[in-house]
């Protein structure tokens, strides 16, 4: 029962793989809506096998079981908006898609997950094909970071002058906007390069020394979904998502003998920065 002169928060959906170390995936997803002050939701695609060492394995959900989530909390709470995440295969990928169209679910952020941040792969063999022709063109914002630029258009982007030339090829695959991420990229501040087909923008941010950024990609793109969530254009929203993200790696920490997570928690409780 709603009390009276309550009124329901906004409300952002996550399409993604469980994480067990909870740095990553749906887990990171949920924590950075609720520091964005948005109410989280989560349809999960895939139960991963991880921790601060690495994935050792995933087991997918059936289609089926996907798009129910979906449809479940579609129907009822309602999608302010939804990011999806591991989406692991084709057949995942069909399902959400077919879901997304059915249920008007929008806007919807995709982060083109293909590898964990140790490499270890996410994506069935027939699910990049699947990723280009039947996600994308459902995003209102694509993404990527220089690792899945290269693998859905072959573009290896080595500097700033790059990212252009890849933020064009991925908007020719369908979404509205594209957001290529410069993190990997050597220099200064971590350069991020925003595309509408006719406008780039640049959010730029001092650059963190530190190993700990495991959920980094994740984390922005909920960070942005939150925004989008709450009201606000695309370019407002990925500006609150790259200030949350800055601040999470400032606040990561060590967890286990790996890479640690960034720090979901900083608005709440400020952790000291890593060397």
Same mark, same amino acid.
């Given at each position: 029962?709603?009390?009276?002169?309550?009124?329901?928060?906004?409300?952002?959906?996550?399409?993604?793989?469980?994480?067990?170390?909870?740095?990553?995936?749906?887990?990171?997803?949920?924590?950075?809506?609720?520091?964005?002050?948005?109410?989280?939701?989560?349809?999960?695609?895939?139960?991963?096998?991880?921790?601060?060492?690495?994935?050792?394995?995933?087991?997918?959900?059936?289609?089926?079981?996907?798009?129910?989530?979906?449809?479940?909390?579609?129907?009822?709470?309602? #999608?302010?908006?939804?990011?999806?995440?591991?989406?692991?295969?084709?057949?995942?990928?069909?399902?959400?898609?077919?879901?997304?169209?059915?249920?008007?679910?929008?806007?919807?952020?995709?982060?083109?997950?293909?590898?964990?941040?140790?490499?270890?792969?996410?994506?069935?063999?027939?699910a990049?094909?699947?990723?280009?022709?039947?996600?994308?063109?459902?995003?209102?914002?694509?993404?990527?970071?220089?690792?899945?630029?290269?693998?859905?258009?072959?573009?290896?982007?080595?500097?700033?002058?790059?990212?252009?030339?890849?933020?064009?090829?991925?908007?020719?695959?369908?979404?509205? @906007?594209?957001?290529?991420k410069?993190?990997?990229?050597?220099?200064?501040?971590?350069?991020?390069?925003?595309?509408?087909?006719?406008t780039?923008?640049?959010?730029?941010?001092?650059?963190?020394?530190?190993?700990?950024?495991?959920?980094?990609?994740?984390?922005?793109?909920?960070a942005?979904t939150?925004?989008?969530?709450?009201?606000?254009?695309v370019?407002?929203?990925?500006?609150?998502?790259?200030?949350?993200?800055?601040?999470?790696?400032?606040?990561?920490?060590?967890?286990?003998?790996?890479?640690?997570?960034?720090?979901?928690?900083?608005? #709440?409780?400020? @952790?000291?920065?890593?060397?």
């Amino acid at each position: 029962m709603t009390l009276p002169g309550t009124v329901q928060p906004p409300t952002a959906l996550t399409i993604a793989g469980s994480d067990s170390g909870g740095g990553a995936g749906a887990q990171a997803d949920l924590k950075t809506f609720l520091s964005c002050h948005v109410h989280g939701m989560s349809a999960i695609t895939a139960v991963t096998v991880q921790n601060s060492l690495g994935v050792t394995g995933f087991y997918e959900l059936p289609p089926q079981a996907v798009a129910e989530q979906i449809e479940s909390v579609a129907t009822d709470i309602g #999608v302010g908006a939804a990011k999806t995440g591991m989406l692991a295969s084709a057949a995942i990928m069909d399902a959400v898609a077919e879901a997304v169209r059915r249920l008007k679910v929008t806007p919807l952020v995709v982060d083109p997950v293909a590898a964990s941040q140790h490499g270890d792969p996410l994506l069935r063999p027939d699910a990049l094909s699947a990723l280009r022709k039947v996600i994308l063109p459902l995003a209102t914002l694509v993404t990527p970071n220089l690792g899945e630029v290269r693998l859905l258009t072959g573009l290896e982007v080595r500097e700033r002058a790059d990212m252009d030339e890849a933020a064009k090829a991925l908007h020719a695959l369908g979404p509205q @906007w594209v957001l290529v991420k410069g993190g990997h990229l050597p220099g200064g501040d971590a350069v991020d390069v925003l595309y509408d087909g006719s406008t780039f923008a640049e959010f730029a941010a001092p650059r963190r020394t530190t190993e700990h950024t495991h959920g980094s990609g994740d984390t922005l793109a909920a960070a942005i979904t939150a925004g989008l969530a709450r009201g606000l254009d695309v370019p407002a929203a990925v500006e609150l998502g790259k200030a949350f993200i800055t601040g999470a790696v400032a606040g990561s920490f060590p967890l286990g003998a790996g890479l640690g997570p960034v720090g979901h928690f900083w608005r #709440v409780k400020p @952790w000291p920065a890593q060397a």
